[in-house]
């Protein structure tokens, strides 16, 4: 197989019979970004340009719609094959992810359903005590007693301390987060694998930046919002989050505290099954009735200079982040503008 990256670096890998694209690669030292590896959150898309291959079972919504694409945690090639990835060389690991400790620190409830879990890593004689990661990656936590691995996107940003803050979702039957509601407890240790995945900003000049994100896809769009604020970018920002009901709002004080810094970020809340009354978490922050598509559609209508397009930054379920490119095009945005992550169920 030959791997090409956008900005036409080339791998020539090997594929034993039955191998996907992302196996064979790590076969051969290249770690390709995969969260779920089961093809249902879209981390591993890329497009076969020659070849031919067999498709394991996969869910639609990974693909967001892209009719070209396919799911490389999922494609087992057949013949020789030329497999387009969708990002440059410098996010090429050729190197297997760090293996880590950590020792929970706290489980927070933010919402019946969403916990903001603080982990302290272990000091490292080769890696030290750091936590050094870019903006928009995740971390994969293995489940204790099970040796199984779930991935989360960090809200925090690389710091000295060694802190690593994850928002999960607590959900019925997720060997994690059934682990995080039921049985953990604080100075547990976990294990870590990562930093991984190439979802982050993209350095675009002054293009203005619009974060989208659903439930705890705000987790890696916090991450890079205080990225900017600690670095003092000047872009024009805007962040949509949507959520279902006004009790599933939260994360007010965090991004509360990244308005101190940035208090030219526009905030709006879209909650789609409104109560009467709404009200917003903040004073600084719009709260609408409706969903996080409607916000963003009526907001791209009322650009009327191509130079104000904003890149779009989008994380959430993989069902909103199909519905929000499919918004995109629609609304005629270059689809090299638009940056997305699936969240897989955990």
């Not at 291959?53 to 919504?61: A, I, L, Q, T, V």
């Not at 190197?95 to 302290?120: D, F, M």
């Not at 928009?136 to 925090?156: D, K, T």
């Amino acid at each position: 197989m030959r791997l090409v990256t956008a900005d036409g670096d080339q791998r020539v890998v090997h594929a034993e019979p039955g191998q996907s694209v992302v196996e064979a690669a790590k076969q051969a030292g290249i770690i390709l970004p995969s969260l779920c590896g089961k093809g249902t959150c879209g981390t591993c898309v890329g497009r076969v340009e020659a070849g031919s291959y067999d498709m394991r079972p996969f869910e639609d919504d990974a693909l967001g719609g892209k009719q070209d694409a396919v799911l490389l945690c999922c494609t087992e090639p057949t013949s020789d094959l030329d497999v387009a990835l969708p990002f440059d060389s410098t996010k090429l690991v050729e190197q297997a992810p760090n293996r880590r400790e950590a020792g929970i620190v706290s489980i927070e409830r933010l919402t019946p359903h969403i916990v903001k879990l603080t982990l302290q890593l272990e000091p490292d004689d080769e890696l030290g005590s750091a936590a050094e990661f870019e903006a928009g990656q995740y971390m994969q936590i293995e489940v204790p007693g099970r040796g199984e691995l779930r991935a989360y996107s960090m809200s925090n940003v690389s710091n000295w301390d060694g802190t690593l803050e994850f928002l999960i979702h607590i959900r019925e039957g997720g060997l994690f987060s059934t682990y995080l509601d039921t049985q953990a407890r604080e100075d547990d240790i976990l294990n870590l694998v990562g930093p991984q995945g190439t979802f982050g900003l993209v350095e675009n000049g002054m293009r203005p930046r619009w974060f989208v994100g659903g439930g705890c896809g705000l987790a890696p769009l916090l991450s890079m919002l205080r990225r900017m604020a600690e670095w003092g970018d000047p872009q024009e920002s805007r962040l949509i989050l949507g959520v279902n009901t006004a009790a599933d709002m939260f994360g007010a004080a965090e991004i509360g505290e990244v308005l101190d810094q940035l208090p030219e970020l526009q905030v709006t809340t879209a909650v789609w099954r409104p109560e009467a009354g709404l009200q917003p978490a903040d004073e600084r922050f719009e709260c609408v009735a409706g969903s996080s598509v409607d916000v963003l559609t009526a907001a791209l209508a009322q650009i009327d200079d191509p130079e104000l397009v904003p890149d779009i930054y989008v994380c959430g379920p993989p069902g909103m982040v199909t519905a929000l490119e499919e918004a995109t095009a629609a609304a005629g945005v270059d689809p090299e503008l638009v940056h997305s992550e699936r969240i897989a169920a955990n």
